[in-house]
């Protein structure tokens, strides 16, 4: 009898929870708000590409109108912080990896709880543990509140031009950095013609902080700060690092420091440069005939190991709802980011060009066949460093300072120990200021 | 009757009333333009002084913003990088107005000739177009005119049989390449300002000099340059604000680097302001600035102006 009674029990728990499940539609849940028009911002990269072209299937099955403005990255941070401050337009935040602890700390951004405890408006599929660990916990969380999720997802991958690499009898992308100096770049070099080995794209702001400065720290077993938040550029580790970027500048175009993205990107595409460390977001652009003249000869691997293991750069931005934007807005805005970030939405989204946070959609193995850059990817997620980048309020003001001594030690205006110890006495009287030796913030980064 | 004027004597003008209509129709053509330059200008202004007297961070809106006296202007005066990014300004000042004022000269003395109208009107159209261009894409034209492989720059030194020049990617020539742009960008504006100094000269006077003498030089150092002071003076006014202020040109173009090679004090003062969100500290150093600019001013007035 009391076995029977459990079973009922067990059976109607069960189609209980089916039927909420079958019954959890986002046309549904999204009928009181149609007809809401919210703002997004996105930048001119190719995941946000992707999502307006995905756009009008979310606009037709819900009503709501998604409205977005195009920034450049560089003024994206402050686009958002002047919205925030004098009360906006904006609803769905754009929150790059390094931002988090600034937007989160100053209660600009409501918390993910506030719509998954919202039956009506939590997708039972949402699923949050089927984004990579990494991306949620590094794009969007902060303190062990989760405040956005993964959407333009970055892995630094070493994309290089196996063509060039076989003539020069390699068939095989360098494992190391040491290797990639040392074995492979005096034999891809040829400065007579123009051709060089590798380009490191290091332009002043955050490209030269985040994408040459840090690039080299990790893989060499340095690092930024210390556990307790002091400077640790004069270490042994650190220090070997910078001075093989340094070192390494000979095989890199003249002019490396004037270096972003896009220049990065077309030395490779246009066949001038051998191997470039760029994000995954890139590969739509290498691969794309109109853009690239080495697409037959494109490869991606993992980028090159350092004494301290595989370290590649991690970056990224999560989508979040702005917690100042009236109740509809954010319902209406939650939707948009539960449903652009979803486990259905992750193949259509990969194939419109974007750079999916799930896990499972990188198991399907016509995805795998079809973009190269996966199996890396996924490699590098699997073993990255969740914060490459100090994620606390203060990082933009550091990255100014890297950035500015980053290129000073590149151009040899100042020496490697030199550099380090500007950047290291500047970077510990902000973080003074900002109150972390004296107890007053926690030492979270 | 009222008005207490008797018939067949003329009625005493209406002083006070002309004068209280004359006074009404003055503000209200007035009141407009002061109202726009109240609420985009001074009140500002206004703002950034107060400001500049407090601590305020945009970023930390949960900070208190108390009044902390002149320890915002302490901080700019301490701050090396504020005062090489002065420095660097003026650098850039010295090296660029004289080369501007030339070169305009040069144009508005030909323009000023006799003869070929149709052509010269054709040259003053044209001078208006990198007047016209957004500081912002004239700095993207730069960034494209100076890039290394594809560049404009390179291709004219590689007919020459010079370069190829690593022009943006080294700290000297990335400054001479932002010098280049604005010489390009402000030249004909000195050349249209110089040019409406020159139609001030009476002509009586310039063909009274020309039958005194065949030299060429002699006319424009004693005839001509006079009515050119105040000309000049403008310029030297107008191009200093502007080279203190100038921003967009620099950031697309540079973005201040190589290293700290184009950080103009505008460009640093964005950076406190708008990266690091210090309105204290960035307002201070505006403020700072704008006094710099009304003295010099004063020194160009003082020193430059002359009346003919």
Sequence with gaps: ?445 | MSSGTQPGTPAKPAVFPTMWNNKRAAFAFLAPAVAALALIGIFPTVFALVNSFRRYNLAKPRDPTPFIGLDNYLTVLYDPSFWGALGRTFMFLVTVVPIQIALGLIIALLLHKPGLSGFKLLARLSLVIPLATAPAVAGLIGRLIFNRDFGVANAVLAFVGAGPVEWLGDTTNAFIAVALMDIWQWTPFCALVLLAGLTMVPTEIEEAARLETKSRWQIVRYVQMPFLLPSVTVILILRTADILKMFDTVFTMTRGGPGAATELVSVYIQRVGFRVFDQGVASAQAIMLLILTIVLARLYVKYVYREV
């Excluded at chain 1, 001119?44 to 999502?51: E, M, N, Q, T, V």
């Excluded at chain 1, 919202?118 to 990494?134: S, V």
């Excluded at chain 1, 969007?140 to 991958?157: K, Q």
């Excluded at chain 1, 770049?185 to 007579?192: C, G, V």
């Design chain 1, 1 to 445: 009898m009391r076995k029977k009674l459990w079973g009922a029990i067990a059976f109607a728990g069960a189609l209980m929870t089916s039927v909420s499940a079958m019954a959890w539609t986002l046309e549904e849940a999204a009928q009181p708000y149609k007809g809401t028009n919210i703002k997004a911002i996105f930048l001119d990269r190719p995941g946000y590409a992707a999502a307006i072209k995905l756009l009008p299937e979310f606009e037709k099955k819900t009503g709501i109108k998604v409205n977005y403005e195009i920034v450049p990255y560089e003024n994206s941070r402050e686009r958002q912080v002047l919205d925030f401050t004098g009360g906006g337009e904006i609803d769905v935040v754009l929150t790059d990896v390094v931002w988090i602890g600034e937007f989160a700390g100053n209660g600009w951004l409501e918390p993910v709880k506030t719509f998954t405890d919202d039956a009506k408006l939590a997708d039972p599929k949402l699923n949050l543990k089927g984004f990579f660990p990494i991306l949620l916990e590094s794009f969007g969380t902060w303190g062990d509140e989760v405040y956005g999720l993964p959407f333009d997802n970055y892995s630094g991958l070493l994309y290089y031009n196996k063509c060039t690499l076989q003539q020069a009898g390699f068939d095989k992308p360098p494992a190391t950095w040491d290797e990639l100096m040392n074995v492979y770049a005096p034999k891809l070099t040829d400065t007579a013609n123009r051709k060089y080995a590798y380009a490191l794209q290091s332009r002043r702001g955050e490209t030269q902080s985040a994408d040459s400065f840090m690039r080299v720290l990790w893989p060499f077993g340095g690092s930024l700060l210390d556990d307790k938040f002091k400077s640790n550029l004069n270490s042994a580790q650190s220090q070997a690092g910078l001075k093989f970027r340094q070192d390494l500048m000979k095989y890199m175009p003249p002019g490396i420091v004037d270096y972003d993205h896009a220049e990065a990107v077309n030395a490779l595409a246009q066949g001038n440069v051998a191997m470039i460390t760029e994000w995954s977001a890139f590969y739509s652009t290498l691969s794309d005939p109109s853009k690239s003249k080495i697409t037959d000869c494109l490869a991606v691997a993992t980028e090159p190991a350092g004494p301290a293991g595989l370290k590649p750069a991690l970056g990224g931005f999560s989508l979040g709802v702005n917690a100042q934007s009236s109740d509809a807005k954010k319902a209406a805005s939650w939707l948009f980011i539960q449903w652009v970030t979803s486990e259905e939405m992750a193949k259509p989204y990969i194939e419109a060009g974007g750079v999916s946070g799930r896990t499972e959609v990188y198991k399907d193995a016509d995805i795998q066949k079809r973009y190269p850059f996966v199996a890396p990817m996924v490699a590098s997620w699997d073993g990255g460093v969740p914060d490459f980048r100090p994620r606390f309020a203060e990082w933009p003001e550091l990255s100014e300072v890297v950035a500015e001594w980053g290129t000073r030690m590149m151009l040899g205006n100042v020496s490697i120990e030199q550099g380090a110890q500007s950047i290291g006495a500047r970077m510990e009287e902000i973080l003074g200021q900002a109150g972390y030796y004296d107890g007053s913030k926690p030492l979270r980064k």
